[in-house]
């Protein structure tokens, strides 16, 4: 729980800053408030198990995609942070994977994430430069995948957290591409950031 309200404390500070545009206020709230959710799944027991190391290498690939896309001006450095979060989506998948079943109802999921990563695809097309259309379309693919492994995971547990965490993490990553391709503007950060830190904290959780 102190992790907890200390990601939360961080993240408030990030959107001081960011609202503020106060570039080094933005690295060290955002690096702090990403450690934070490292240092919560090491806590919780992320070493002690095959799922538990997965998430943690998912995590740590995700803080250093945070680090990556603080610079504004580089598209080098954002194409390198998006590499990084596919990266971070492909660890999740495979621990997803580990317990995972396929059902009925995990198949409709899968429908379900398909036609909204279409449609997302649909949205984003038309503003992306020429050299991003292939990895945000890469990216949209492997995350609809991690989507479809956290519903047969969930579905496999009985439990919601990892379904929860997966789902929070994918619409997070809307204000991001939002913010970068259709329309700039500290709203995107505003509903953005927390559900993202909210989604890694949850999914941090689930090595328990």
């Known amino acids: 729980m102190e992790i907890a309200l200390a990601c939360a404390v961080a993240v408030g500070a990030l959107l001081f800053w960011e609202r503020r545009g106060w570039t080094p206020g933005v690295w060290i709230a955002k690096l702090g408030a990403s ?26 690939l995700c803080w250093l995609g945070d680090a990556l896309l603080v610079p504004r001006r580089s598209p080098r450095l954002f194409l390198a942070g998006i590499g990084c979060f596919l990266l971070g989506h492909v660890a999740y998948a495979a621990a997803f994977l580990g317990h995972a079943t396929v059902s009925a109802a995990v198949a409709l999921g899968g429908v379900a994430v398909g036609l909204g990563a279409w449609r997302l695809h649909a949205w984003l097309r038309p ?21 479809v492994a956290a519903l047969g995971n969930a579905a496999a547990r009985g439990e919601v957290a990892v379904a929860t965490g997966a789902v929070l993490f994918a619409v997070s990553d809307v204000s991001v591409a939002r913010e970068r391709f259709v329309s700039p503007g500290f709203e995107n950060a505003a509903w953005g950031l927390p559900l993202y830190y909210a989604a890694q904290l949850v999914l941090a959780s689930s090595v328990r």
């Not at 240092?39 to 943690?56: C, E, K, P, Q, T």
């Open 127 to 147: 503003h992306l430069p020429g050299d991003f259309v292939l990895p945000v379309t890469a990216y949209l693919g492997v995350i609809s995948a991690m989507l």
């Open 35 to 60: 450690t934070l959710f490292l240092a919560a799944a090491l806590r919780w027991g992320a070493l002690d198990s095959r799922y538990g190391r997965l998430v943690l290498a998912a995590l740590a």
